[in-house]
């Protein structure tokens, strides 16, 4: 056999590396940081999709929705009712058997003669509730 120092070489480059690759104190994470990167791009997507997901759904529901108490509480807030006034608003409604939210298109269930015994009592205020919301004097 005869000696090649070329080859001696290459034998010697690659096997010092396998052997001392190991302990020259190299970071072990060289090989871990692309994988650690892909991860954190696929995770970054993800959760960018669930955030878009999630707002879609909050416009849909926001723009769809035959709720009659939603459309109730939207109407107070539009006519800045307080409390009380909305208390009232849903006595009355229950009293005559409708709808809350109708009583801000029928003028006529604010009529004082009509009122059921119950709210006799709050005449006054059904009054000057209508006053608020239809822009009358008196009923």
């Given at each position: 056999?005869?000696f090649?120092?070329?080859?001696?070489?290459?034998a010697r480059?690659?096997?010092?590396?396998?052997?001392?690759?190991?302990?020259?104190?190299?970071?072990?994470?060289?090989?871990?940081?692309?994988?650690?990167?892909?991860?954190?791009g696929f995770?970054?997507?993800?959760?960018?999709?669930?955030?878009?997901?999630?707002?879609?759904?909050r416009?849909?529901?926001?723009?769809?929705?035959?709720?009659?108490?939603?459309?109730?509480?939207?109407?107070?807030?539009?006519?800045q009712?307080s409390?009380?006034?909305?208390?009232?608003?849903?006595?009355?409604?229950?009293?005559?058997?409708?709808?809350?939210a109708?009583?801000?298109?029928?003028?006529?269930?604010?009529?004082?003669?009509r009122?059921?015994?119950?709210?006799?009592?709050?005449?006054t205020?059904?009054r000057?509730?209508?006053?608020?919301?239809?822009n009358a004097?008196?009923?």
């Open positions: 056999m005869t090649n120092p070329s080859l001696w070489l290459l480059s690659q096997d010092g590396y396998r052997l001392w690759g190991r302990f020259d104190h190299a970071s072990t994470t060289s090989e871990i940081k692309p994988v650690l990167f892909l991860l954190g995770a970054l997507v993800a959760i960018l999709a669930i955030v878009w997901n999630v707002f879609k759904r416009s849909q529901r926001l723009y769809t929705s035959n709720s009659t108490s939603r459309l109730f509480r939207e109407l107070c807030r539009a006519h009712l409390r009380a006034d909305r208390r009232l608003l849903k006595n009355l409604a229950a009293a005559k058997a409708e709808s809350p109708m009583l801000f298109i029928k003028p006529e269930s604010f009529d004082g003669s009122l059921p015994d119950a709210l006799k009592s709050e005449s205020a059904i000057k509730l209508h006053a608020r919301l239809f004097s008196q009923i």
